[in-house]
């Protein structure tokens, strides 16, 4: 069977890519078909109830661009695999737009993932959103906390982390202690700049509006009618974890997110973060929600060297488990 599908109500390259890429992606699930793109049309050969899946699939990847803008290749890997209901999953919710950054750019949840974080924060005042990095779980936190702040539902934003090195050691660094620490916080100072105009947001910071400090400057604070987020979670001590935990005002929502995968303190330092997910993981009040490779936005590449990681780990894993054995 032939079939000729029209998509000259999108920009064929959104959908092709360059050179193809992502054309490529798709022809990949569907092995049996011939496509053929020409212009604003898309050929089709082969069996009548493949052609019939695949333009239910490729209705999905249409919708998806027209929603929001843009079609990733890591976008077109989620819509196409499993069925029609997961990738309905993906399109789904009323209004996904979290905030209204700069220049009108529309930031929203853009994964089934990040969206279960969303709902998650709403239906809790303390959030544990894991998983690798490049999920967005920093940035969809940050971006919650500043409509919050937007909204009047918190008088502040605080941002903290702990000012530990990645597996480096930089020696002494010039300048007073801002500009020693600022270099430990930048990811979050990068997600407020996409978010708050320049001058409104230098104006938050000068009136402590808006916090970002290292963790260690937490201890003896109580944190009311605040959004605080602990990024990088996973190299916190675990009494630095539990006096971070403890800071928690009665209006306050609390945000951790980590990586279990990439803790950076001596080997012979328990994570903080992995004691807390055992310890609370049947606490009322308290969400939890699981991030995983599937869901990194960043280069495709990004995803494939998790796997990777991840696939080298579980060899190790059954290697010392054998030993014991």
Request: aromatic residues 6%.
């Amino acid at each position: 069977m032939e079939k000729i599908i029209d998509i000259s109500h999108i920009a064929p390259i959104e959908l092709y890519g360059v050179n193809d890429k992502k054309l490529d992606i798709i022809k990949k699930k569907f092995p049996t078909l011939k496509l053929i793109a020409r212009g604003d049309e898309l050929k089709v050969i082969g069996n009548e109830s493949t052609i019939h899946e695949f333009e239910g699939k490729l209705g999905l990847l249409i919708q998806h661009l027209q929603k929001y803008k843009q079609l990733t290749e890591t976008n077109i890997e989620h819509l196409l695999i499993g069925d029609l209901k997961l990738g309905q999953e993906t399109l789904t919710g009323a209004d996904d737009v979290l905030v209204y950054g700069n220049h009108g750019v529309m930031v929203r949840a853009r994964t089934a993932t990040q969206r279960k974080m969303v709902k998650a924060i709403e239906d809790n005042d303390m959030v544990f959103a894991i998983g690798p990095a490049g999920t967005g779980k920093t940035y969809t936190a940050v971006a919650l906390a500043v409509r919050a702040l937007k909204n009047k539902e918190v008088k502040r934003i605080i941002l903290t982390r702990p000012a530990v090195e990645a597996g480096e050691n930089l020696g002494f660094l010039p300048g007073d202690l801002k500009e020693k620490l600022d270099p430990f916080l930048q990811p979050l100072y990068d997600a407020l700049y996409d978010m708050i105009p320049g001058e409104k947001l230098r104006d938050y910071l000068e009136n402590n509006v808006i916090q970002i400090a290292p963790l260690a400057f937490m201890r003896g604070r109580t944190l009311d009618n605040a959004f605080v987020i602990l990024d990088e979670a996973q190299n916190t001590t675990r009494p630095q974890f539990k006096m971070f935990l403890t800071r928690m005002g009665k209006t306050a929502k609390f945000v951790i997110t980590g990586d279990s995968t990439q803790i950076d303190l001596p080997r012979n330092q328990p994570s903080g973060l992995v004691q807390a997910l055992d310890i609370l993981k049947n606490l009322k009040g308290v969400g939890f929600v699981q991030f995983d490779g599937k869901d990194v936005m960043r280069h495709e590449l990004v995803k494939k060297i998790i796997t990777a990681y991840d696939k080298e780990e579980l060899r190790l894993e059954k290697i010392k488990n054998d030993k014991k054995d």
